[in-house]
């Protein structure tokens, strides 16, 4: 199974591919989320069908895509 995160951002999108099978990509996509979540971004996982998406606060590694947002600046 092949997963995918998305990171938004101000130049545009990061994208970071694992395969829940290779422990190395998956602790990569971890700790890329771990280290935006403590950022406040928010997760979103979604089907790669484009099915609205669930919010999540733990990484999983059997995720299709994960996309990262970061907070909104408010005012």
């Known amino acids: 199974m092949v997963g995918e995160l998305r990171v938004m951002g101000q130049a545009g999108?990061?994208?970071i591919i694992w395969d829940a099978g290779q422990e190395d990509e998956v602790a990569t996509a971890r700790?890329?989320?771990n280290e935006l979540r403590a950022?406040?971004?928010n997760?979103?996982?979604v089907k790669k069908n484009g099915d609205q998406g669930e919010l999540i606060n733990e990484f999983d590694?059997?995720?299709e895509k994960i996309i990262l947002a970061p907070p909104?600046?408010?005012?």
């Open 13 to 15: 999108d990061t994208k």
């Open 31 to 33: 700790r890329t989320f």
């Open 39 to 41: 950022k406040r971004y």
């Open 43 to 45: 997760a979103y996982a």
């Open 61 to 63: 590694p059997e995720a």
């Open 72 to 75: 909104m600046a408010g005012g």
